[in-house]
Nanobody
């Protein structure tokens, strides 16, 4: 079973950038689809972006601002977030599943502990 640990969260002003990392151990992430989700206070968890070795899916609200990438040598998936907005404030989670990327959080089997992103106006 793979284990996931997120890092890179923090507080930035609107327009700023952050780079989140999802480091895996136990198994190679290349065997999984990896997704980034986020949950803002009082809201449901929502899909941000996902990647597999042959495919990538982005939520509409991140296109042009967020980029997901993988570093197979470090068994890590990154989320580069540019042009951050106050509405991007949330706890960001990475998750892994076998098979195709899914935008549904219920289909993911393994989750990290989350990392807080706070964007001030």
């Amino acid at each position: 079973q793979v284990q996931l640990v997120e890092s890179g969260g923090g507080s930035v002003q609107a327009g700023g950038t952050l780079r989140l990392s999802c480091a895996a151990s136990g198994r190679d992430l290349i065997h999984y689809s990896t997704g980034w989700f986020r949950q803002a206070p009082g809201k449901e968890r929502e899909f941000v972006t996902g990647i597999r070795w042959d495919n990538q899916i982005d939520a509409e609200f991140v296109k042009g601002r967020f980029t997901i990438s993988r570093d197979n040598a470090k068994n890590t998936v990154h989320l580069q977030m540019n042009s951050l907005k106050p509405e991007d404030t949330a706890v960001y989670y990475c998750a892994a599943k076998f098979g195709s990327i899914s935008i549904s959080d219920t289909e993911y089997d393994v989750w990290g502990q989350g990392t807080q992103v706070t964007v001030s106006s």
